[in-house]
C-alpha cells in the first residue's frame, strides 16, 4: 500500500545573523556618511569600552606623550560616558568632512581639558602623600555609650521577645538584663536614662490594667488581665536588675576618700511615726529609731492608718536596706511585700516572733499583696528592723 503524501510542507529555515563578536572592531561597521546616523550608532551600538579605547587610540596619535598619561589617571568613565567625541575621534581618520566644525574643535578643548585634570589630580595626590595624616583620638566616654547601648538593645530584645511569645506566664528574666550589663562593663551614669523610660513603661502598663484611661484602654485592648500582670512583673523584674547593677557596681568601685556622714543625719528627713494608740482596738505600738532602719536586712513598717503592713526585704545585689531622703531602696520587689491586716492586735503579735515563723504568717495572711514603693509617712511605724 502507497504511503500517503504528507499535506504539511516543512517551513522554509531562516538563515540567523550572528552580531558581531566581542574583541572585533565594531567601528568599522558604523555608517560614514551622515553624522547623526554615525552618532546614532555609537550611542546604541557600542560598548562603553569600546569608545573609550578608540578615544586613547585619537589622543595617542595626535596629541604629546604626556597627555594620555595624564588622562589615564583619571576614571574610565570620563571617556567611556562620551559617544559623541567617540564618533568624532574615528570619522575624523576615515571622513572628517561629515562632522560639524564645533566638533572638530570642541573635541580638542575636551581632551586638553582631561589632560589638565589629569595633572591637577597628580599634584593633588603628590601634597596629600607629603602630609602626614591626623592620628584618631578614640573617645573613651563615647565607646563606653556605645557599648551601653549594645547592652540596652539587648534589654529591649528581650522585651521583644516576652511580646512574641504572647506575653507568657513562665517567662524567666535568669540575669540576663544583668548579664548584658556586665558583659560590656557599662558605666552606672549611662543607665539612668534608661531606668526612667521603664519607668515610664511601667506606668503606662500599671494605667492601662486600672481601665481609666480610654486611649490605653484602647491601645492595650488585645491584652488580657492576665497578660497585663505578666508585663509589669517583667518590667519590674527588669528595673530592679538595672537597679542592683547600679548598686553593685557602686560596691565594687573603690569609695572615694571623704568624711563618713553619721547615720543620723542620713535618715533626717525620713518621715515616720514613734508611737501609736488605738482605744478602740486596745493597740498600742512604739516604733524603732530609723536608724535601726538603715543597713538592715529585713524590716516590718506597719501603716497605722490604712492598717497595711509593709514587708521588706534587701535584694541581693545590695545587700542590705537604705534610706535616701524619705525612702527605703535596695528592696527585693519579689520578696517583699504589703497586705491589709484585718485583725491588726493579733497578727501584729504573730509578726513580731522569729523571722522564718513571722514570713510564713504573712504569708499565710488572705489578702492581696501588693509590691512596697518604699515610700514613707507621717502613720508608718517601724516595728522591727534586723
Known amino acids: 500500500m502507497a504511503r500517503r503524501p504528507s499535506l504539511i510542507k516543512a517551513k522554509a529555515s531562516k538563515k540567523t545573523v550572528r552580531a558581531p563578536r566581542r574583541g572585533v572592531n565594531r567601528f568599522s561597521l558604523m555608517p560614514t556618511d551622515n553624522w547623526e546616523r554615525a552618532k546614532f550608532f555609537a550611542h546604541y551600538d557600542l560598548e562603553r569600552k569600546d569608545c573609550g579605547t578608540k578615544v586613547k587610540e585619537y589622543i595617542k596619535k595626535n596629541f604629546p606623550k604626556d597627555y594620555l598619561t595624564k588622562i589615564n589617571r583619571l576614571p574610565d568613565w570620563k571617556l567611556d560616558m562620551h559617544s559623541h567625541w567617540a564618533t568624532a575621534a574615528h570619522l575624523l581618520e576615515v571622513n572628517p568632512d561629515i562632522i560639524p566644525d564645533n566638533y572638530k574643535t570642541g573635541i580638542v578643548k575636551w581632551v586638553e581639558g582631561l589632560a589638565a585634570e589629569g595633572a591637577e589630580l597628580k599634584a593633588k595626590k603628590e601634597e596629600t602623600e607629603g602630609e602626614q595624616k591626623p592620628k584618631k583620638v578614640v573617645n573613651i566616654q563615647e565607646v563606653m555609650r556605645e557599648k551601653a547601648d549594645e547592652a540596652l538593645s539587648d534589654i529591649e530584645l528581650i522585651w521583644d521577645e516576652f511580646i512574641d511569645a504572647k506575653y507568657p506566664k513562665d517567662f524567666n528574666l535568669n540575669r540576663r538584663v544583668m548579664s548584658a550589663l556586665e558583659k560590656r562593663n557599662v558605666l ?199
Not at 517583667?234 to 563618713?260: D, F, H, Q
Not at 528627713?269 to 543597713?295: I, N
Open 188 to 386: 552606672p551614669q549611662h543607665i539612668a536614662a534608661a531606668i526612667k523610660r521603664w519607668g515610664h513603661l511601667l506606668d503606662e502598663f500599671l494605667e492601662a490594667q486600672a481601665g481609666k484611661d480610654e486611649q490605653l484602654n484602647e491601645a492595650y485592648s488585645n491584652v488580657g488581665k492576665l497578660q497585663m500582670r505578666y508585663a509589669i512583673k517583667l518590667i519590674e523584674e527588669i528595673v530592679a536588675e538595672l537597679n542592683g547593677y547600679i548598686a553593685l557596681k557602686k560596691t565594687v568601685k573603690k569609695p572615694r576618700a571623704k568624711k563618713a556622714v553619721p547615720v543620723e543625719r542620713v535618715v533626717a528627713k525620713l518621715k515616720h511615726c514613734k508611737s501609736f494608740k488605738d482605744d478602740a482596738l486596745k493597740l498600742e505600738l512604739t516604733g524603732l529609731s530609723p536608724v535601726k532602719l538603715h543597713e538592715s536586712t529585713e524590716a516590718w513598717i506597719y501603716d497605722t492608718k490604712k492598717r497595711k503592713m509593709h514587708h521588706y526585704v534587701a535584694d541581693e545585689y545590695s545587700k542590705c536596706l537604705m534610706v535616701k531622703g524619705n525612702t527605703v531602696i535596695g528592696f527585693d520587689k519579689k520578696e517583699s511585700g504589703v497586705k491589709t491586716l484585718r485583725k491588726p492586735v493579733e497578727q501584729i503579735k504573730a509578726l513580731m516572733g522569729s523571722k522564718p515563723a513571722a514570713r510564713k504568717y504573712f504569708k499565710e495572711i488572705k489578702a492581696v499583696e501588693a509590691v512596697p514603693n518604699g515610700r514613707f509617712n507621717a502613720d508608718m511605724i517601724i516595728l522591727k528592723a534586723f
